[in-house]
């Protein structure tokens, strides 16, 4: 499946209740296994429950904070950008395949997934982990992800 955002960040997005780049905690993690979250979950712990997926356990695996969002528009879209998060070494001694990412808000508890808000699955196209470095790339022109305004 392509990557996509979820129903309730559109919802929030549209509410002004996420604010990519006003001081919302936004942060990514990776996921292993066939599947894909269902874009209708409203919570991280929700996304995360889906049969066949599962978050990282790669050696030196953490999650990240996006540093730096911000929201442009380029002709029709409204892009969401932010630095390409980096994991200086992942994998080594536990290796798994990336299969995607999921960017979620972070709410006043931000380790608790029951509260987290998904934003967007990224489809990484099966990053492969071997204890070195490893980037999370965006995409050049569509960034992290966009809405379309046509």
Do not use: H
Not at 16 to 24: M, S
Not at 56 to 63: E, N, P
Not at 99 to 109: F, S
């Amino acid at each position: 499946m392509p990557s996509f955002v979820f129903d309730i960040a559109s919802d929030g997005i549209a509410k002004q209740t996420i604010d990519w780049d006003g001081g919302v905690d936004l942060r990514c993690l990776l996921i292993k296994g066939a599947g894909t979250p269902v874009k209708g979950n409203a919570t991280v712990l929700d996304a995360l429950a889906d049969a066949s997926v599962d978050e990282c356990d790669a050696t030196d695996y953490v999650r990240k904070t996006f540093a730096s969002p911000t929201v442009s528009t380029s002709g029709n879209k409204t892009l969401f950008d932010a630095d390409n998060p980096v994991w200086a070494t992942l994998g080594g001694a536990s290796n798994n395949t990336i299969t995607g990412a999921l960017i979620y808000k972070g709410t006043t508890n931000p380790g608790d997934d029951g509260t987290n808000i998904p934003i967007a699955y990224i489809d990484t196209n099966d990053l492969v982990t071997n204890g070195g470095q490893v980037t999370l790339s965006k995409d050049a022109t569509n960034k992290w992800f966009f809405l379309d305004n046509t």
